[in-house]
């Protein structure tokens, strides 16, 4: 077949729009390249192989050998999966396609399953097509159809943020409030923080907002305002931080001024208890030695000149 003609076929496992797996320039020249699969019937469906055939058309390339597999719509996505290797590296819109695909073969083909059977075996999803072995072949963990569905459920600017990475299917089901206008005027600046910090500041943003007093327009308002010039802080996170916690930041910054006092340098750790909500505090050391313990345990002498500063913040 030519590749005009391999690329005429039926494009229903087009899917792999993030695919880099193509063949060098010279095995082609060579005529080095693998048969392309193809489904046998009168819709023959290209398998895979897209990005071969178009790239053998650019080259004028005049014949593509090409092996023709009566395989039902599952199984062929199988093999496609196997080919494309890429278990746990697909898009988000990429796995969208792939149920998509299998929803729709599971209307037209009886609910057929990958080995050509009927009926409604344990393990099936989407639709009746049993295709757990494809589903893992997608993610590793099969459960393509169930994130699918949380996915779509998402509105277009969060599926977009997600898709591109900015974002993990998570965080964006948590600041589901948080207005799209603000991902988009302030993407710049989201996109300089770190992807962690990202995930905290947005979440932050999606609580204040749930917590915000007054209608859910004055609280979505005041919430983004304050984000807004967290993100012109040096560290946006803290500062949305303290905006919203600003009793716990205080205890907190208290604390931090009392251990570097009193602690810097000397290889003695302190923790304060989770909110500052207990009565006890950590200490924590480590000494290769006898002089060593003997300079922690100074180390301790004098912090206990700052107990009652301590005790004082809990």
Not at 216 to 244: G, Q
């Amino acid at each position: 077949m030519t590749p005009h003609d391999i690329l005429s076929l039926s494009d229903d496992l087009d899917l792999f729009t993030d695919s880099n797996v193509c063949l060098p320039d010279i095995l082609f020249e060579h005529g080095i390249v693998p048969p392309i699969p193809i489904t046998a019937g009168p819709n023959a469906v290209l398998i895979w192989g897209w990005r071969i055939a178009r790239r053998a058309a650019e080259l004028g390339v005049a014949e593509l050998s090409s092996r023709t597999l009566h395989l039902n719509a599952a199984a062929a996505l199988s093999l496609a999966l196997q080919l494309e290797n890429r278990t746990g590296r697909y898009s988000w819109a990429e796995q969208e396609a792939m149920v998509d695909y299998l929803e729709k073969a599971a209307k037209k083909d009886g609910g057929r399953d990958e080995n050509g059977g009927t009926g409604t075996p344990a393990g099936t999803e989407a639709g009746g097509i049993d295709w757990p072995a494809s589903s893992r072949l997608v993610r590793g963990d099969g459960a393509l159809v169930e994130l699918v569905a949380r996915y779509r459920r998402l509105e277009p600017t969060l599926r977009t943020l997600v898709n591109n990475e900015f974002i993990s299917l998570k965080t964006a089901e948590r600041i589901a409030r948080v207005p799209s206008g603000f991902l988009t005027s302030h993407r710049s600046a989201l996109d300089s923080l770190s992807f962690s910090a990202r995930r905290q500041l947005l979440e932050s943003l999606a609580e204040l907002i749930i917590q915000g007093s007054g209608t859910e327009v004055d609280a979505v308002s005041e919430a983004c305002t304050r984000a807004s010039a967290a993100l012109d802080e040096r560290d946006p996170v803290a500062a949305l931080r303290r905006w919203r916690y600003p009793t716990l930041t205080q205890l907190d910054e208290q604390f931090r001024d009392i251990r570097r006092t009193a602690l810097h340098g000397t290889g003695v750790d302190i923790e304060a208890p989770p909110y500052f909500e207990g009565d006890s505090f950590t200490v924590s050391f480590r000494f290769r030695d006898c002089a060593e313990l003997v300079e922690r345990t100074h180390a301790l002498e004098r912090l206990k000149g700052s107990c009652d500063q301590l005790f004082g913040i809990l």
